[in-house]
């Protein structure tokens, strides 16, 4: 049954919000223009179908080495093997371009984020990805202590972050404005307990909470924090702070898409205390592009275009005695590949789907790898909306909303310098207030949600109608690795890190989190793991 527009705004933006906008706003004089891209939705259906496919004795290609998955983690693994020498591999990609969460459209007068943004500046240990920083030419060398020196024109430029609240824009993340003595003493004691953590180390010198996460300590004091949520965490430790928690909530829907009790202690202290260097530090300046991490995704898939096979939906992937064949649907054809290694960077739910016969041998529970959903809607803005004040705190990088369910938004020309005209903003809403989020996403029509994320915008601007030119929306069905409670620590991760006989597994799910070092991490690992079997064969 279809749901009324107040109903739709209730379910996004809450009751009391929904009533008014229904009741106050009326109805814009013109709506824009805009579409629901990207995302291959028939995947699934033939997935589920578990169809048996005969790909012609014509239609196939040996190689030493097939990736299933074109995301970061899967270019990551064709970027090292390219660096090791191996050259006879392919990568398969369903959707007709590369890069999965990290993708990025091109627009005017940017480029255009629809998924990742930014990447923290890595610590010196993190030397492979300091390698790929360095071949893309953003650094230029070291510090006398040994950390990487990002060029300053891809450091997120000033202002980084404003919150609205109550009909005034301020800056920063934290909301400090009307703060009471007792909110001040929070927010420091809260401070104080992430810098117990960032100086805390194991007897063996290993951090608590560092990024890639395979490098964080194994200490039960440590791996304990898995097992409450992280608003059990706050309240064991006596912090009510309604501003503090709604931080602490943001940060968790923002990196992991989940509210504050969703999550897992350890993953919320990971956000916060990962990208810190030393206790007093500030976290890690960011990296990033108008067209966010699809700067990476460009980068790496150019150095293994000629490896790369868009638009081909594997559909089985057979383990034999001495090989794998892989089998794809491309354009309603079938082809397929025979490979010795495989290296499965998709996520790893699908895994009974594809692999046959994975269900019978189970390495690893599959289903318990899961997934939110969010939306990402891209609005072209002819013009800036004019500020509400004349000292209103002006529009940052990242914009975000303290009354509201979404994340806000990301302007695009930002990064860039372009203050005046035209931009692309990008919206994001993590749909963690729903059960069967996914689902329902999908009912949505794109009218529904981009009604959502203008109702919810025009709130700050005003004038956002006039100047919205279009706005196009991603529905992710299946967008980040849910870190809840037990998973991150739990044995089914650990179990899925070994390879099952010839396929290794490679996805930012293997780390319980999101990220663009994850992905690059474990990309990395499998890839290592196929070419040092290699070079001991030969
Ligand atoms: C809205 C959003 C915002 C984010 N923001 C940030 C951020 O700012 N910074 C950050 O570090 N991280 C961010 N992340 C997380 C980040 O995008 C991921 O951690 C990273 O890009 C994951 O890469 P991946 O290769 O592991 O997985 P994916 O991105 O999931 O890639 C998997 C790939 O496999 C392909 N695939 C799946 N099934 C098949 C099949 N059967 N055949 C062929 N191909 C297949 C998919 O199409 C996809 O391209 C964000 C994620 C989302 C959703």
């Known amino acids: 049954m279809r749901l009324t527009r107040r109903e739709i705004l209730k379910t996004f933006l809450g009751a009391p919000f929904a009533l008014a906008a229904c009741r106050e706003q009326s109805p814009p004089a013109r709506f824009p223009e805009g579409e629901v891209v990207g995302q291959n939705a028939t995947l699934g259906h033939i997935l589920r179908e578990g169809r048996t496919f005969e790909v012609p004795a014509d239609n196939w290609k040996t190689v030493k080495a097939a990736i299933v998955g074109g995301g970061i983690a899967g270019l990551s693994a064709g970027w090292k093997l390219k660096k090791a020498g191996l050259e006879d591999f392919v990568l398969l990609e369903l959707e007709k371009d590369v890069g999965g969460t990290s993708m990025s459209g091109i627009g005017q007068p940017v480029s255009y984020p629809w998924g990742a943004h930014y990447l923290p500046v890595p610590f010196q240990e993190n030397t492979e990805l300091i390698e790929l920083l360095d071949e893309m030419q953003l650094t230029e060398g070291r510090s006398e202590n040994g950390d990487v020196v990002i060029k300053e024109q891809y450091l997120c430029r000033e202002p980084e972050e404003r919150v609205f609240y109550k009909g005034r824009w301020y800056e920063g993340l934290y909301l400090h404005a009307g703060e009471n003595e007792d909110d001040k003493r929070q927010f420091a004691e809260f401070q104080n307990q992430i810098d117990h953590w960032v100086n805390w180390r194991d007897a063996s010198g290993r951090r608590a909470f560092v990024v890639p996460s395979a490098n964080c300590s194994r200490d039960t004091e440590v791996t304990e924090l898995d097992k409450i949520s992280f608003a059990e965490w706050l309240r064991q430790n006596n912090f009510t702070s309604e501003r503090l928690r709604w931080y602490c909530d943001y940060a968790c829907r923002d990196d992991y898409g989940l509210k504050l009790e969703q999550t897992s202690a350890w993953a919320g202290l990971f956000y916060f205390c990962s990208r810190v260097k030393e206790s007093g530090d500030e976290s890690q300046p960011f990296i990033t592009f108008p067209e966010g ?246």
């Open 293 to 538: 991490n699809g700067r990476y995704v460009n980068h790496m898939s150019g150095r293994v275009r000629d490896k790369i096979f868009k638009s081909h939906v594997v559909v089985s992937i057979v383990q034999n005695d001495t090989n794998v064949d892989v089998v794809c649907l491309a354009n309603n054809e079938l082809r397929g590949f025979r490979c010795e290694k495989l290296i499965y960077a998709s996520p790893i739910f699908t895994a009974p789907y594809v692999i046959r016969g994975f269900n019978e041998a189970a390495p690893f529970s599959a289903s318990e790898f899961q997934h939110n959903a969010w939306f990402v809607a891209n609005l072209f803005l002819k013009d800036r909306p004019k500020p509400r004040f004349p000292r209103d705190f002006p529009l940052a990088w990242d914009n975000v909303l303290y009354e509201s369910p979404s994340l806000g938004y990301v302007n695009a020309t930002h990064q860039k310098g372009i203050d005046h005209g035209s931009t692309i903003w990008t919206y994001y809403y993590p749909m963690c207030h729903e059960e069967n989020s996914r689902t329902k996403l999908f009912n949505y029509e794109w009218r529904d949600l981009a009604d959502v994320c203008l109702t919810d915008l025009v709130r700050a601007h005003p004038d956002i109608y006039d100047l919205c030119e279009r706005v196009d929306i991603m529905r992710w069905g299946h967008a980040m690795i849910s870190p809840r409670p037990g998973f991150i620590w739990g044995e089914t991760r650990e179990k899925a890190l070994k390879p099952f006989r010839n396929i290794h597994f490679a996805h930012t799910d293997l780390s319980g989190i999101a990220l663009f070092e994850e992905a690059f991490y474990h990309g990395l690992r499998a890839a290592e793991e196929i070419s040092t079997a290699e070079t001991r064969r030969r």
